[in-house]
């Protein structure tokens, strides 16, 4: 099946950023050209290392499929005993799939051999419409480039995969790599990255830990810390998961850091909780971070954790006490602190509560007057576009459907889609497909459910927005299923 | 409706094909000469042809064979084409484009081989055009195909339909059908290619005054429905022949091509003019120059640079740059080159998220260079920083002209200097080489 061009891109950073970091950039390259380049295509790419280049290939592989673009190998073995059967084979691969991978073996090709390959090239182009991939040892694609210069300058790339360097290989002053710029978003601001970016990010502290394998704790907090992050937020929650419970806690608890140990907890509470996993979550924050935080007379982060804790009363229907968490416990502590967006957010909470109340008026001014200007001076795209989506929450209960549809689709998600926020995307196309749904637009509505929504809570895990989008579908299901049973009319 | 560039990268990347040519009347098409410096370009071409584009005069000398020199990729056959939509307005000239590589097989290339292909697209043109010929003008090379029927493995090649044509029936299709039976034959490395070139060359001369025939019967039949008075061939893709096989068409060959008595223009590989072998039996003056971004003294020329950024914007809508400041540094980094310019915007599509910024552009540019480096060893630097030191005296070894063809050498003004790829000049080799 042929993803969204969103799910194709999540796919593509994350197959890259599980690449060696040297790979990372040609990586991305290689696979747009694959994907979005023209039909034919002659790419070289330099992969000496054999290990390396199947890894490679594998994960170009499960992109091209995601793109709905199937692959075929081609190795240069013994069989293939001149350019002509070459020829002849790479024609008939391409007559099978778009994209072709030629699997070279040191010395297969000489300079006779390029030049004979040259000669057929407008025959090749014509013949052999597929991308292909010529994956060779940096002598083959030098000698390409000096035995045949007409055929050199008609490449449509060189891409370069080699081992990365042994550690200590190019030792850097003081014996050690440098370390990786320090990120702009190590005080927990607002990460503006795009997702390319984060992922480079990802690749580049993953490498420099490989090869540091002996660094000093203290050296390594604000790194592991950082790589959390960017996990959390490029949607790899199993990993950021698994890096918080195996590599972040364990450091933390040989510092013996006590507060940054209850805000970890906090992080692999917040996935639990955004699977579904509720008692779990209450649970941690209840009796792990927030003892902590009393002990340490920490108020900004025990109102914060206060907060979480409302927001697992909320979803479990237990509205009344939720909003009283809100209004007592989080929001002066915010209002005394100074700390804008913090009560901005709690701001929106309570509206949240109000809308499902059914005071709708109230909960709109709120939002409007008081959450979103906020973000917008701070330029929080993602607090902006989720208020933007309560806005448009409301104007679809009150039947504004086209202003609504309007705001989910230019306001909402471009900027989800920007910052790699696969669940929140996620929930707005579901809101996408309510109003489908509303107008009619049966087959569309269930698409999106189908194809954008469901997968997304699949891979997150979240068991209960899963159970919810399921029931969509089903209403969809047996709406049509009632119209296919209508007798015709008379 | 007016043309509009893609204003998306993943549309730009889709359309960036290296190998095609812009057809005449292409809204892409920029025009280029003032930034060339090749205004006058077109009209030394005409003149040599016998017609002088300012003042009409026309009288046309009764052959010439003109080489049409070039880097690879600088755009050669759409200036081609170009000129060839000029040279039919004037109804002086009826031009023939003859594709060899599409055509052809350029291995083992030989002028027989392009003897055929001019006929066949000769024929095809003016039965396309619905300008007949009398029985007699196609008289001389059917008996030619005649004699060549009769030799007995040639004949099993040939249906009885085609012998029938061979024999004088058929008219202008029956022998488009019989040319192309051959021209396919050689496009296909038929069993029977290399006997056919043999036979060929050894009733080449019969040949050649058979098709002249042929020319100048078409011509006068032309002149008599006021369509044109001569005959022009564009003979385009032989300047990406083998490097053998350049050497023998254009050099050992160069008589028999002489042999067709008509008005011909063969693209050629800039290398050929300066490896010293040509001997002037062919018109081997006018070079289409690159476009130039700098005078030789390192003063800006603002022509190229507009015509460049055109160019790039006629790719890629400009709101995809972050600044201008990003299309002028692609522009530098092509040094002028059209082909170059559009490799850097590919880069520049394969790495930008959302927009092309400072540090794409940048890591395009390196991306670019990394490619050089494949080939160029420290001599070649060397030798590269000897030349960016004084333009003006190249030298003409085999070294320069490798590195010509290259293109990790670039030449302006019809090769009065030269300096080498400006993205060659990034690379730490060039960096650490003395010149």
Redesign the interface.
Known sequence: MVNSAFAIEQARLAEARQLPGPCHDDFLRLSRTLIHGPPFQWLLVEAPDEGLRRQVMAALDRVLQRAGLRSDRLPLSDKILDVPMLEARLVNNARQAPVVHVIGRPGWFDAARWEAFNTRRERLAADARARLVFWLDGEAIALASRSAPDLWAWRSGVYAFLPAAAPGAQPAPGGERPLPTPSPNDDGGVDTRSMAERSRRVVEIRAWLEGNPEAPDELLISLVDELGQLLFSLGDLDEALAHWREVVLPLHRRLGDARRQAITMGKIAGILQARGQLDEALRIYQEEALPVYERLGDVHLKAITMGLIADILKVRGQLDEALRIYQDEALPVFERLGDLRSKAIMMRLIADILKVRGQLDEALRIYQEEALPVFERLGDLREKAITMGRIADILQARGQLDEALRIYQEEALPVYERLGDVRSKAIRMGRIADILQARGQLDEALRIYQEEELPVYERLGDVRSKAITMGKIADILQAQGQQHQKPPPA | MDYQPPSHL?EV???????EALPDGDPRYVDSREARGSEKTFTRLARKFGWDPASNAFFAPYEKHILFFGH??IGKTTELRRYAGQLNASRRFYVVEVDV??KL????LQYTEVLMAMAETLLERLHGDGVGLAAEALEPLQHWFGNVVETQTTTKELSAELKTVAEGGGGIPGLIKLLATFTAAF?TGSSQKSEWQRKIRNDFSALAQAFNTLIRRAEARLAREARAERLLFLIDGTD?M?GEDTQQFFVQDAEQLLAIKTLVIYTAPLHLKYDGRLGGKLDADIVLPMMKLYERNGGRFEAGWRTMRRLLLLRADRCLFASDAEVDRLVEFSGGHP?ELLRLL??C???A??RIDASVVQ?AIQ?LA??YR??LKPADYALLKTIDSNPADAGNDEQAQ?LL???ALLQYNDGTWRRSHPVVRTLEGYGAASG
């Open positions: 993943l990347l889709q359309k960036i094909e290296y190998e690879i990729g590589l599409a097989d350029r291995n083992n496009k990406k083998r082909r590919k880069l599509c394969e790495l998220e959302d890591t991306k990394a490619d494949y080939f490798e063809h290259r293109l």
